[in-house]
C-alpha cells in the first residue's frame, strides 16, 4: 500500500453519464455537477435525443437543475438512429453543441429500441463524422439473442467495431463501458484513432458479486461486469497510463422498483461516490499517481480539450466516509453503488486556491 494520503489533481470529467430527465435529474445530477467538470450526457431519454432541437432543450433542462455554486458543463451527445441524417449531423457538430454521436445497437440496453439494427444504414452518417471528426461512442455489445450475454462484447467487437473501423479508419470512436480482457487488448493493439470508457463499478464488482449466493439486482448493468480475469484486466489498464482509456461512470440511476423485480432495469447509481471509489482502486493498485491522467488528462485530450484549471483535493483519513444506501428521489428511493469496501478517501473543491 502507497503511503499517500493526500492528492491534489485537476478537476475530473465524466465522460459517460446518464442523467435521465426531470425530477430524476433534479435528484442525481447535484452529485455529479459537485465532483465533476464536465460530463457526456447519453442521449437514451425518452424520447431519445435525436435532433437539434431536443439538445438544445436538454441542454437547457441541465443547466437549470444544476446548483449555481457548482461549476458543471453538460457536453451533448446525438442518439443515433436509422434515419439520422449527415447533414443534421455536420450542422449539429459545427453548432458546438454536440461533441459526440452515441450507437445504440436496437435493443441492447435501456431506450435502445430507437437504435440501430443495422450498421449498413448509417454510413453515410459515420462517413460524415469522420471527415469533420466527430467521435462516435459505441454500446459495445451485440443484441442478438443468440449470442451469450457474456460473450456479446467479444462478439461485437469480431462482427462490429472490427469490419468498421477497417472500413472507416478515420472515424474516431470511444467504445464505452468496456468490460473485458478481449476489449481491453484491442484498444491496446489499435490506433489513436480507437480509445475507451471504463466504469468505477467494473473496476469492483465481477459476476459472483452479482449471482453467488443469491441475485443482487443493484450490481446489474449492462455490458454485465465479467469473470475475474476480465476485472483485472481493466485494472491494468486504468493504472497503465495508456492514454486511450479514461473515466466514464455510466452512473445510471433507476428506482429500486424497477430494479428489485421479475425483471430488473441495467444499471449502477455510482455519481455519488465514484471519485473516492477510484481512489481507493488505485490506491489498492499502489498507483494513486496515475488517478489524474485517467480521471483528468486522457478524456479532453482524445476531445481535443483543455483540462480543467480548477483543481480537486482527494484526502484520506482514519475515518470512513459514510454513504448513504440510497437516495429519496421524488419518483422513489434510487440505491447507490456498495462497493463492500469502506471508503477512507474525501474529495474536497479547490477554487482560486480556496478549498470548498
Ligand atoms: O447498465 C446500463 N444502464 N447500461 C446501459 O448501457 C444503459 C444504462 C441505463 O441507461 O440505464
Ligand atoms: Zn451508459
Not at 159 to 176: A, G, H, K, N, W
Not at 181 to 187: D, F, H, N, P
Not at 289 to 302: H, I, R
Request: proline residues 5%; aromatic residues 8%; negative net charge.
Amino acid at each position: 500500500m502507497t503511503t499517500n494520503t493526500e492528492l491534489i489533481i485537476r478537476r475530473p470529467d465524466d465522460w459517460h453519464l446518464h442523467l435521465r430527465d426531470g425530477s430524476m435529474m433534479s435528484a442525481v445530477l447535484p452529485y455529479s455537477s459537485a465532483d465533476f467538470g464536465r460530463a457526456i450526457i447519453m442521449p437514451n431519454i425518452l424520447p431519445p435525443v435525436t435532433t437539434m432541437e431536443q439538445a438544445t432543450r436538454y441542454h437547457r433542462r441541465i443547466v437549470k437543475a444544476t446548483p449555481d455554486q457548482h461549476d458543471f458543463k453538460p457536453l451533448m451527445t446525438f442518439y443515433l438512429t436509422e434515419s439520422t441524417r449527415a447533414d443534421d449531423i455536420e450542422q449539429a457538430a459545427s453548432s458546438g453543441l454536440i461533441k459526440a454521436v452515441k450507437l445504440y445497437p436496437a435493443g441492447a440496453t435501456t431506450n435502445s429500441e430507437s437504435g440501430v439494427q443495422d450498421i449498413k444504414k448509417v454510413m453515410p452518417v459515420l462517413e460524415k463524422m469522420a471527415e469533420i471528426g466527430l467521435p462516435l461512442l459505441v454500446h459495445g455489445e451485440v443484441a442478438d439473442s443468440n449470442i451469450d450475454i457474456f460473450d456479446r462484447e467479444a462478439v461485437f467487437i469480431d462482427t462490429v467495431l472490427d469490419p468498421l473501423r477497417r472500413s472507416l479508419p478515420q472515424l474516431r470512436i470511444v467504445m464505452e463501458h468496456v468490460t473485458t480482457k478481449t476489449g481491453v487488448q484491442y484498444i491496446i493493439s489499435s490506433d489513436k484513432n480507437l480509445a475507451a470508457t471504463i466504469t468505477a463499478h467494473h473496476l469492483i464488482i465481477n459476476r459472483n458479486d452479482i449471482l453467488a449466493g443469491g441475485i443482487r439486482p443493484h450490481y446489474y448493468c449492462l455490458p454485465v461486469a465479467k469473470r475475474e480475469k476480465h476485472r483485472l484486466a481493466l485494472r491494468e489498464a486504468v493504472v497503465s497510463g495508456d492514454s486511450r482509456f479514461f473515466f466514464g461512470s455510466d452512473s445510471a440511476p433507476h428506482i429500486d422498483g424497477t430494479k428489485e423485480c421479475g425483471c430488473g432495469c441495467a444499471g449502477i447509481f455510482t455519481a455519488i461516490n465514484a471519485l473516492e471509489c477510484l481512489a481507493t482502486v488505485f490506491e489498492q493498485e499502489n498507483r494513486l499517481d496515475k488517478l489524474e491522467a485517467f480521471v483528468s488528462l486522457n478524456g479532453p485530450k482524445f476531445y481535443g480539450l483543455l483540462p480543467n484549471t480548477s483543481k480537486i483535493r482527494l484526502y484520506k483519513t482514519c475515518d470512513h466516509a459514510g454513504q448513504p444506501e440510497k437516495i429519496q428521489t421524488r419518483d422513489g428511493y434510487v440505491t447507490v453503488f456498495d462497493p463492500m469496501f469502506l471508503i477512507y478517501w474525501h474529495v474536497e473543491n479547490i477554487v482560486n486556491d480556496k478549498i470548498y
